[in-house]
C-alpha cells in the first residue's frame, strides 16, 4: 500500500532552520505533485507549499513564501521541505501529501496523506 512517512521535524528556536523529509512508496512517485500542508493547535490543515511531478513547478504559500523552499528527489522517491528564519507562528504538524493535479493540490486534493511531523519553534 501507498505510505508517505515525514521525518526531520523537532524544536527549533526563531530564525532557525530544519529540513523535513517525506519518503514515499507503494506508488509511481514520478507521476504525481506532492506538497506539505501544516495543522496548527485549534486551526484548520492549509497548505504551505507544492511541487508539480518533475519539480520545475512549484507553488508558495505567502506566510513562508522566500523563507521555505520545496523540492523533490525521484530517484529516491523523497520531497523535501527546507525551513529558514521559522517563526513561532510556524508552529505545527507538517503533513506531506501527494495529489494526481499539480494545480488543485493546494486545495487539499490529495490522494495520499503521511501521518505528519511535529514543528516547535520558540521565541
Known amino acids: 500500500q501507498v505510505q508517505l512517512v515525514e521525518s526531520g521535524g523537532g524544536l527549533v528556536q526563531a530564525g532557525g532552520s530544519l529540513r523535513l523529509s517525506c519518503a514515499a512508496s507503494g506508488l509511481t512517485f514520478s507521476t504525481y505533485a506532492m506538497g506539505w500542508f501544516r495543522q496548527a493547535p485549534g486551526k484548520e490543515r492549509e497548505c504551505v507549499a507544492t511541487i508539480n511531478d518533475n519539480g520545475i513547478n512549484t507553488y508558495y504559500e505567502d506566510p513562508v513564501n522566500g523563507r521555505f523552499t520545496i523540492s523533490r528527489d525521484n530517484a529516491k522517491n523523497t520531497v523535501y521541505l527546507q525551513m529558514n528564519s521559522l517563526k513561532p507562528e510556524d508552529t505545527a504538524i507538517y503533513y506531506c501529501?501527494?495529489?494526481?493535479?499539480?494545480?488543485?493540490?493546494?486545495?487539499?486534493?490529495?490522494?495520499?496523506w503521511g501521518q505528519g511531523t511535529q514543528v516547535t519553534v520558540s521565541s
Open positions: 501529501a501527494a495529489g494526481r493535479l499539480f494545480f488543485t493540490l493546494a486545495s487539499m486534493n490529495a490522494d495520499y
